[in-house]
């Protein structure tokens, strides 16, 4: 069980810190407000790091179904461990989402904008179309995983360091392929807080989504996939 509550509290403080950054650039009288992409990606990173900080000791710190999968596919975790390990971040960014509400109630209340609400539970497409939408999470996603496998690897012996170079790899993710999408690159991260929007009582809030929802819960699954069976390829050659 610890291993699952591990999983449960890190996918959660990833979402009250990502969603929370996105939420004070979003809302109407934050302090943050209008700050810029520049200021949420580097939120983004920053919380990635506090989770994996947090509870990496524990559980590995996968906090998203796309990298659990991945690993299980290249032999590198348990596949009995991974319906377990899905539920957890599922409900920790559930929940996540419900704090980010209740930290933000008064300025949810003061925004009028019911996209820019949604925006600060899930992610949405620049232009909209699934072909390149998925396309563009299946790279961001391939990346994600082939860089903490790289950045893990034993030979870079990186040590306590290594919650940080992913936090700083997110961060270059957002940077440089989160415009497309807003780079879900995780399944949890969307879905969770997704289902948050639909339940809690947002005033003026709009439909969650839906019909694009599929997108960033399938996509980073086969990207994540993809990106450790490449790195898993590579590794063959380089060893």
């Known amino acids: 069980m610890g291993v699952y509550l591990a999983e449960f509290i890190g996918t959660m403080i990833l979402i009250l810190l990502g969603n929370g950054v996105v939420a004070n650039v979003v809302l109407n009288k934050s302090k943050g ?5 520049i200021v949420i990606t580097a939120g983004w990173g920053f919380a990635v790091a506090v989770a994996v900080y ?15 999968v991945a690993l299980a ?23 996540g989402g419900v704090l980010v509400y209740l930290t933000y109630k008064q300025h949810y209340d003061e925004t009028e904008d019911a996209d820019g609400k949604l925006a600060t539970f899930s992610t949405g497409p620049a232009i909209s179309g699934a072909k390149w939408n998925a396309t563009t999470e299946i790279i ?3 990346m994600l995983v082939m860089g903490v496998l790289g950045i893990t690897n034993g030979n870079n012996n990186v040590g306590p360091m290594a919650a940080l170079l992913v936090g700083i790899l997110v961060w270059s993710l957002g940077l440089s ?4 999408t807003g780079y879900a690159i995780n399944p949890a991260r969307d879905l969770g807080p997704r289902i948050a929007h639909a339940l809690l009582p947002i005033k003026g809030k709009r439909d969650s989504d839906w019909a694009y929802a599929w997108i960033p819960v399938v996509a980073p699954i086969v990207g994540g996939i993809i990106g ?10 380089w060893s």
């Open 228 to 237: 450790a069976q490449l790195y898993a390829a590579c590794l063959a050659v």
């Open 177 to 180: 392929l989160g415009g497309p």
């Open 140 to 142: 961001g996603s391939a």
């Open 33 to 37: 407000n209008n700050s810029g992409w």
């Open 73 to 95: 596919t290249i032999g590198a975790f348990d596949w009995g461990m991974v319906p377990g390990y899905i539920a957890a971040q599922v409900a920790g960014a559930f929940t």
């Open 54 to 68: 947090v509870t990496g000791w524990v559980s590995g710190a996968h906090i998203n179904p796309a990298v659990t």
